[in-house]
């Protein structure tokens, strides 16, 4: 049988303001939600960037139809966990490439919030053990990256300079939820509650799923438990570290 999982390091959470850059409304609530909610009640100011919205996730609605009420249940899932400020780059659900017409938009987004701490969702090619990551979410994960670097350079999608944008460098890491390498893990036993109203808050999309019986709770308790395992504590959520300094 497998081995134990290695201890979990926990975040640095000396910094106020992070976002969040994911493929589809749902992502953050699958593993970052309970997270979220411990940082802006630690007021730190987190914004949501959706890169698609979602609008090819329910099979039996229409995509136009489908970017409406997904749009609504993200921004009714973001309020649950303290956050306002919910965004969507309007790229195609589905059929995302990794790129630089990617990059380009994750970097002005960057640039327009300033963050200190970038988070996205794992984009390695599994969740760990057989369980195949989605293309959206790999395609996005290494984009931000990139992103992020791209932001601070004022030469690389020089226009939107010109267009007002400022250069930002000031990211000091990114961080990937749920990412099978994850070596850092935050506390959310306090707020695992919150995390769980979060999820549930994609009523039509779970819905659409077809999974029967569903339980957002019970799903999210399964992986909170084993993460808490390794740092410690009852729930926690894992993270994989990319610092973004040099030197480090
Ligand atoms: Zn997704």
């Not at 999982?5 to 939600?33: I, K």
């Not at 009640?41 to 970017?67: F, H, L, N």
């Not at 990211?171 to 695992?192: C, I, L, Y």
């Amino acid at each position: 049988m497998d081995e134990k999982p290695p201890p979990l390091t926990p975040l640095d959470e000396s910094w106020e303001r992070a976002l969040c850059v994911v493929a589809h409304p749902d992502d953050l609530e699958f593993g970052a939600a309970a997270a979220v909610a411990r940082w802006t009640g630690q007021e730190k100011a987190i914004t949501y960037c959706m890169v698609t919205s979602g609008e090819a996730g329910i099979d039996g609605m229409d995509p136009e139809q489908c970017r409406e009420v997904r749009e609504e249940e993200q921004r009714r899932s973001a309020a649950v966990v303290g956050v306002d400020a919910v965004e969507f780059l309007g790229q195609p659900d589905g059929v995302l490439e990794y790129g630089v017409p990617l990059r380009e938009v994750i970097a002005a987004a960057v640039r327009r919030h300033r963050p200190e701490i970038v988070v996205t969702g794992n984009f390695r090619d599994t969740w760990g053990g057989a369980n195949l990551n989605q293309a959206d979410h790999i395609a996005t994960g290494r984009a931000v990256l990139d992103a992020v670097r791209d932001a601070g350079n004022r030469w690389v999608f020089h226009d939107q300079v010109t267009g007002g944008l400022e250069p930002w460098g000031g990211v000091r890491a990114v961080w990937a939820f749920g990412s099978p390498e994850s070596a850092h893990g935050v506390d959310t036993t306090e707020t695992f509650d919150a995390g769980v109203l979060s999820l549930e808050a994609h009523r039509a999309y779970i819905d659409g799923l077809g999974w029967e019986d569903f339980d957002a709770r019970e799903f999210l308790e399964g992986m909170a438990r084993a993460t808490g395992q390794r740092l410690g504590v009852a729930f926690a959520a894992s993270f994989e570290v990319f610092p973004m300094g040099w030197g480090e």
